[in-house]
């Protein structure tokens, strides 16, 4: 059983790493998408937070794409309140119907963005309503690493162009990313029995990252944007796919 689990650890943490590398998020939700059929919740949020985390550090390094101060503030402000917010609601929460919901949205909404010739721009809202975004995704990370989701969607009906995009939700999963695993080590959420499997996670990340990150420089504004729709999709369904059949179970 512990060889199985650290092969089925391994196998999300490459296929999540490719991804984040990519697209700039997402680690956690390919991740869980493999590891959700036989990892415990528990374990699969600090392991999904941890290698989000460390993604991020190796393509904060490979993918330099600026630093907007004024643009990411909000986004970091709203999330510093509701990154302890998720982590406090993570041991209350009915997980499998939060999945469901945040799965649900994804697959209807993103499906309709990607057909439509020409997205419609959200200018409503300013930096107020970047700051409420950044609270979502917030909560989101705090909960298992969902950081870049929701304001990746966000960021795309602003219409931001692709290395702009790329540079607020890559310092906006990196500042979460590692707020949230601070506040799991500090409420004793990470065990030592969990150690070895974070390193496997760290060193299956690393090659992956690089290799989505160098597929990244070279793709158009208009693939970007098709790649963080179909993903955004996917990771609806997979959210779907993992909670739906224990909703239905009860």
Same mark, same amino acid.
């Given at each position: 059983?512990?060889? !199985?689990?650290?092969?089925?650890?391994?196998?999300?943490? #490459?296929?999540?790493?490719? #991804?984040?590398?990519? /697209?700039?998020?997402?680690? /956690?939700?390919?991740?869980?998408?493999?590891?959700?059929?036989?990892?415990?919740?528990?374990?699969?949020?600090?392991?999904?937070?941890?290698?989000?985390? &460390?993604?991020?550090?190796?393509?904060? #390094?490979?993918?330099?794409? +600026?630093?907007?101060?004024? $643009?990411? $503030?909000?986004?970091?402000?709203? +999330?510093?309140?509701?990154?302890?917010?998720?982590?406090?609601?993570? %041991?209350?929460?009915? #997980?499998?119907?939060?999945?469901?919901?945040? +799965?649900?949205?994804?697959?209807?909404?993103?499906?309709?963005?990607?057909?439509?010739?020409?997205? %419609? *721009?959200?200018?409503? @809202?300013?930096?107020?309503?970047?700051?409420?975004? +950044?609270?979502?995704?917030?909560?989101?990370?705090?909960?298992?690493?969902?950081?870049?989701?929701?304001?990746?969607?966000?960021?795309?009906?602003?219409?931001?162009?692709?290395?702009?995009?790329? /540079?607020?939700?890559?310092?906006?999963?990196?500042?979460?990313?590692?707020?949230?695993?601070?506040?799991?080590?500090? &409420?004793?959420?990470?065990? =030592? *029995?969990? $150690?070895?499997?974070? @390193?496997?996670?760290?060193?299956?990340?690393?090659? %992956?990252?690089?290799?989505?990150?160098?597929?990244?420089?070279?793709?158009?504004?208009?693939?970007?944007?098709?790649?963080?729709?179909? =993903?955004? &999709?996917?990771? @609806?369904?997979?959210?779907? !796919? /993992?909670?739906?059949?224990?909703?239905?179970?009860?």
């Amino acid at each position: 059983m512990a060889s !199985s689990l650290y092969l089925i650890v391994a196998l999300g943490a #490459v296929a999540a790493g490719f #991804v984040q590398g990519l /697209s700039g998020f997402a680690f /956690s939700m390919v991740a869980m998408s493999v590891w959700a059929w036989t990892v415990e919740p528990k374990l699969a949020a600090v392991l999904a937070t941890f290698g989000g985390l &460390t993604g991020q550090v190796i393509a904060a #390094v490979t993918v330099r794409r +600026g630093f907007d101060r004024a $643009l990411l $503030l909000p986004f970091v402000l709203g +999330g510093l309140v509701g990154v302890p917010l998720g982590v406090w609601l993570l %041991p209350r929460l009915d #997980v499998p119907l939060f999945k469901a919901c945040l +799965g649900g949205l994804l697959v209807i909404w993103c499906p309709a963005m990607l057909m439509a010739r020409n997205l %419609p *721009r959200v200018r409503a @809202g300013g930096r107020v309503a970047d700051g409420v975004i +950044g609270l979502i995704g917030g909560v989101c990370g705090g909960l298992g690493g969902f950081t870049g989701a929701i304001p990746t969607l966000w960021c795309t009906l602003r219409g931001l162009e692709k290395d702009r995009q790329r /540079s607020v939700i890559q310092n906006f999963n990196l500042s979460m990313l590692a707020v949230a695993f601070a506040v799991y080590l500090g &409420t004793g959420l990470v065990e =030592l *029995r969990m $150690l070895p499997l974070l @390193g496997i996670v760290a060193l299956a990340v690393l090659v %992956p990252v690089l290799l989505g990150a160098r597929l990244y420089i070279g793709i158009s504004e208009a693939r970007f944007r098709q790649i963080v729709l179909g =993903l955004l &999709t996917l990771s @609806g369904v997979a959210l779907l !796919s /993992s909670s739906l059949p224990v909703l239905l179970a009860r």
